[in-house]
């Protein structure tokens, strides 16, 4: 899993984690899916309750998968509004554009975040010489809320390296976290995020066990990307599988001593947020507050109001239809 690394006890720790651990209130298991032009998708978040996901709405972990030559697929030019998408590339590499102008190529361990907010045009396919070589791809895409009073805020693209993400060790030494965006005891990911939220990648070596301080008043995901181990005092978690967590101070997570051979790791994908407890009106690409607002949405992309493709990609392909 070539996301950036480095070795946890050379650098700065986080403080012992106190407070009361938060309980898990369910382990689900994501079914698969073929998302674009037919990537596989796991769907992390099915089957758990809007509200005790607030201020997210969509996970995809995409791939892990191995293509051959000429297999490698992406998503064609689609819209978007309401909300913020944030594509996380473990391994592989992906180009996104949309038309605002932003866009850009990221590989291991680099992060997109585009503010779609009033409306955005985009597509993310990879390039022209992977298709060419195949090869491994392994991402994660986001989907994160916007409260009313923001989605109509002008669209906006964050490219984050992989380098500027900030690496901390934990407080015994033993796990490797990847911040990239919120905070973590006085610690800042680079992410600019308009919902108050926090994301990291955690790798977790076989036999330890990681407390995580976690904001009170956040929400705590925590979806494995890879490996086994067990969610606070007694929860087993595998890949493909996400552990909601109930209220407190500090997310506990433990890894197997045993873990298979190509995963000698648990990794860990952590995340919470400040709920926006907003109604959420969500359709295809859009995620709104109420129905007559996806609507207008679906009417201002038909009239061309969400943007334009650029010159390169005149093909717009099939509007999507409500």
């Known amino acids: ?62 791939g892990e998968v191995e293509y051959q030559p000429g297999e490698p697929k992406g998503t064609p030019w689609h819209p978007h509004r309401g909300f913020e998408t944030v594509t996380y590339m473990i391994d592989g590499t992906f180009q996104h554009q949309d038309s605002n102008g932003g866009g850009g190529v990221i590989t291991n361990g680099d992060t997109q975040w585009m503010t779609a907010g009033a409306g955005i045009l985009h597509i993310e396919t990879p390039p022209e010489r992977l298709v060419a070589s195949g090869g491994l791809f392994h991402g994660i895409q986001l989907w994160v809320n916007l409260p009313s009073r923001l989605k109509w805020s002008p669209p906006r693209y964050q490219d984050i390296r992989g380098g500027q993400v900030r690496l901390l060790g934990s407080s015994d030494g033993a796990s490797l976290l990847r911040l990239i965006a919120g905070e973590l005891a006085g610690q800042s990911g680079p992410g600019v995020t308009h919902t108050p939220i926090a994301m990291v990648h955690a790798t977790i070596t076989p036999g330890s066990v990681l407390h995580l301080p976690w904001r009170s008043d956040f929400n705590a995901l925590a979806y494995v990307l890879a490996g086994s181990g067990v969610a606070g005092s007694a929860h087993p978690i595998r890949t493909g599988q996400l552990a909601v967590f109930g209220s407190g101070d500090r997310v506990t997570l433990a890894a197997d001593l045993q873990q ?63």
């Open 1 to 62: 899993m070539p996301a950036i690394s480095a070795d946890p006890i050379t650098l700065p720790r986080l403080p012992e984690a106190l407070g009361r651990d938060r309980p898990v209130v369910s382990v689900t298991t994501a079914p698969s899916g073929l998302e674009g032009e037919g990537f596989p998708v796991r769907r992390a978040f099915a089957g758990v309750a809007q509200s005790q996901l607030d201020p997210f709405v969509h996970m995809d972990q995409m």
């Open 260 to 322: 298979e051979s190509r995963t000698p790791t648990l990794e860990v994908l952590v995340l919470g947020g400040l709920p926006i407890g907003e109604p959420v009106a969500w359709y295809g690409p859009f995620v709104m507050n109420t129905e007559a607002e996806l609507r207008q949405a679906f009417a201002d992309y038909r009239a061309g109001r969400l943007g334009t493709v650029p010159a390169a990609h005149l093909d717009l392909g099939t509007p999507i239809a409500p």
